[in-house]
């Protein structure tokens, strides 16, 4: 029992470093680039330490070969801003998935239902407040568009936040976002899988 507890805390503070590294996205600040070196670092030990002690270390690398690119500094090694952002997000969105995952592998439909429902329903209020909280933010209409842009599009700024809570909600927004995203290449990727196994399949019967 204890054990379990530990793994759900050591999880969670896992999420919320991610949210850290999402922050520095939205936000100009000198310690944006230390932030992201020791979260990366934190993640790189985790990383070793899962690879050292699982069982079949080849078959880890084959069921995570996302996660083993994440963990490489590649962003060290270009000075485009532009490629830097995508290597961030494409390690955001890989950590993301890795820790997220088994939660919602355990979900029923039902639970994935009102999950869907609570979503819609969270993304209406922070719409609302966006339009009430930022200034540049005109209408309900293009708040609703940037809350539903970060989702798809999470680390591209939408509109220009100003209020730490709309940061946050953002945040939040992007977390949900990276979830998605995840799951889809998750699905794309079984979807391929299986037609390429029925091929086999079709293949040794001729």
């Known amino acids: 029992m204890k054990k379990q507890v530990f793994k759900r805390l050591y999880e969670g503070i896992m999420i919320l470093l991610v949210m850290m590294t999402i922050m520095t996205l939205w936000?100009?600040?000198?310690?944006?680039?230390?932030?992201?070196w020791v979260v990366w670092f934190i993640f790189f030990v985790d990383f070793i330490i899962r690879f050292t002690f699982s069982n079949n270390k080849w078959e880890f690398i084959k069921k995570n070969p996302f996660l083993v690119i994440a963990v490489i500094p590649l962003d060290q090694f270009f000075q485009?801003?532009?490629?830097?952002?995508?290597i961030y997000l494409f390690r955001i969105k890989t950590i993301t998935k890795y820790y997220i995952q088994p939660f919602v592998q355990k979900l029923?439909?039902?639970s994935k239902v009102w999950i869907f429902t609570i979503l819609l329903l969270f993304l209406l209020a922070q719409s609302f407040l966006v339009w009430r909280l930022e200034e540049n933010v005109l209408s309900f209409w293009d708040a609703t568009y940037a809350v539903f842009g970060h989702l798809i599009f999470f680390g591209h700024r939408m509109v220009d936040i100003q209020e730490g809570i709309s940061l946050w909600m953002f945040v939040i927004t992007s977390?949900?976002?990276?979830?998605?995203?995840g799951l889809?290449?998750?699905w794309a990727f079984t979807k391929i899988e299986t037609i390429i196994e029925n091929r086999k399949h079709n293949s040794a019967k001729s």
């Open 27 to 36: 936000t100009e600040s000198a310690y944006n680039s230390a932030i992201n």
């Open 108 to 110: 029923t439909y039902q």
């Open 175 to 181: 977390i949900i976002g990276v979830l998605l995203h």
């Open 184 to 186: 889809a290449l998750q």
């Open 80 to 86: 485009m801003a532009r490629i830097v952002r995508l």
